[in-house]
């Protein structure tokens, strides 16, 4: 006999990945909880069982998604030494948690404003970890020196280029995710070079 946990992790996980396609293709406000309890396979009363609102559901969807990609992100990158290497390895396994995830990630990116305060702030913390993984990389990468106006200009440009694949790529095409890596990693590895050669300019008055 199964034990009653791995069943109801099952019923939750079908709920939040039924949520996560509705919310990602018709908008977290347009989606009701009928309409996801008839999408999980529940009962329309069933469904307040495992979550009292969309609400809930939405925060769920975002913070077991960010937990995925935060999953021992520093215990695998400090067994990597160069930072071009652990570009490398960041880059594909954002690419790939994200290739699994793509309804999640396009909820994160589209629908976490819809949440109350105190629950924003718990997945803008998750963030902000990552962010900070993402920083210590490329300031590895470009040289401690380097200003922090250009710091932050290229941390989001690479997390631009991982994120918004959601918009565009589709995982069943004809580039797997582990080439779409690659692509990513050309293009920033270029012009972070680029960068790096060109002296700070301020903006003339």
């Known amino acids: 006999m199964r034990p009653k946990g791995i069943v109801l992790d099952k019923r939750v996980a079908a709920v939040t990945e039924a949520a996560a396609e509705l919310y990602s293709t018709r908008g977290f ?21 495992y979550f009292r609102s969309k609400t809930e559901i939405l925060f769920a969807i975002l913070s077991d998604f960010l937990d995925h990609v935060l999953a021992d992100i520093e215990g695998q990158l400090a067994d990597i ?30 629908e976490a404003y819809s949440l109350p305060s105190q629950d924003l702030k718990k997945i803008n913390e998750k963030e902000r970890r990552y962010y900070s993984v993402v920083t210590e990389i490329v300031k590895e990468l470009l040289g401690h020196g380097v200003g922090k106006d250009v710091l932050t200009t290229v941390t989001f440009s690479l997390l631009g280029m991982c994120n918004w694949i959601y918009s565009w790529y589709d995982p069943k095409g004809p580039i797997d995710p582990a080439r779409v890596s690659e692509i990513i990693m050309a293009v920033c590895i270029e012009g972070v070079q680029g960068v790096t050669e060109r002296p700070d300019r301020g903006t003339s008055g």
Not at 89 to 95: A, F, P, S
């Open 29 to 49: 406000l347009e989606t009701s909880m009928d309409e996801i309890a008839q999408a999980a396979h529940l009962s329309k009363g069933g469904i307040y069982h």
């Open 81 to 110: 030494q160069s930072p071009e290497h652990k570009l490398s390895y960041l880059i594909g396994r954002h690419v790939e948690i994200y290739a699994r995830h793509m309804h999640a990630a396009r909820v994160l990116l589209k």
